[in-house]
């Protein structure tokens, strides 16, 4: 089954690009300019994770587990880690 990815900022809906994506812990993907990314997955239950690599990071880590039955769209929001003065 071909999922398909959007991740955007959570307030602001910007796409983030170059997050890594993330199936049951093992690298899949990146997210590509427009925060898009593609996955080609048997069906089944997965625990599918986007977050920053290694630098300043800037967003939390999202995690969510995931019932791949068909073709899918997921839309993923990052929310902003704010920092505290």
């Known amino acids: 089954m071909i999922i398909n990815g959007n991740v955007t900022e959570k307030w602001s809906k910007v796409a983030l690009a170059n997050l890594i994506v ?3 812990g093992n690298f899949v993907t990146r997210t590509d300019n427009q925060g898009r990314f593609q996955i080609d997955l048997p ?3 997965y625990k ?3 977050m920053e690599q290694g630098g300043e990071v800037n967003y939390e880590v999202n995690c969510q587990n995931t019932v791949v039955v068909s073709n899918m769209v997921i839309n993923i929001q990052m929310k902003p880690i704010v920092q505290s003065l």
């Open 48 to 50: 599918l994770c986007v």
């Open 43 to 45: 069906v089944g239950n």
């Open 22 to 24: 993330t199936i049951d």
